[in-house]
């Protein structure tokens, strides 16, 4: 089976710091795209990041700019998302996706999910 699963979310402060890993299994992903899309309750799933396959480019939502920092390590089959200067905006379930078709931003581009991880930012 073909999977990502989500892991190192948690409560933490405003200021504070977390990764988040995106763990693939079941098949190889170094040639997809990776998004990290983000969802608070109510609200509708939002890009926050994306990293095509070599790593090469990079997208970051405006709110998250400077703050987060997404990488892949391919040998390990996992992306990372590592985020910094946390606010209580962040406060989200985290998920990952995969592509193989390019590079978006677009929800509706991506084929793979995972259950996505909590974070939740709150002093």
């Known amino acids: 089976q073909a999977r990502l699963v989500e892991s190192g979310g948690g409560l933490v402060q405003p200021g504070d710091s977390l990764r988040l890993s995106c763990a693939a299994s079941?098949?190889?992903?170094?040639?997809?795209?990776i998004a990290w899309f983000r969802q608070a309750p109510g609200k509708e799933r939002e890009i926050v990041t994306t990293i095509n396959w070599s790593g090469g480019v990079t997208y970051y939502a405006d709110s998250v700019k400077g703050r987060f920092t997404i990488s892949r390590d391919n040998a390990k089959n996992t992306v990372y998302l590592q985020m910094n200067s946390l606010k209580p905006e962040d406060t989200a379930v985290y998920y990952c996706?995969?592509?193989?078709?390019?590079?978006?931003?677009?929800?509706?581009?991506?084929?793979?999910w995972g259950q996505g991880t909590q974070v939740t930012v709150s002093s």
């Open positions: 079941g098949r190889t992903f170094s040639n997809y795209a």
């Open positions: 996706a995969a592509q193989s078709t390019g590079w978006s931003t677009k929800r509706s581009e991506y084929d793979y």
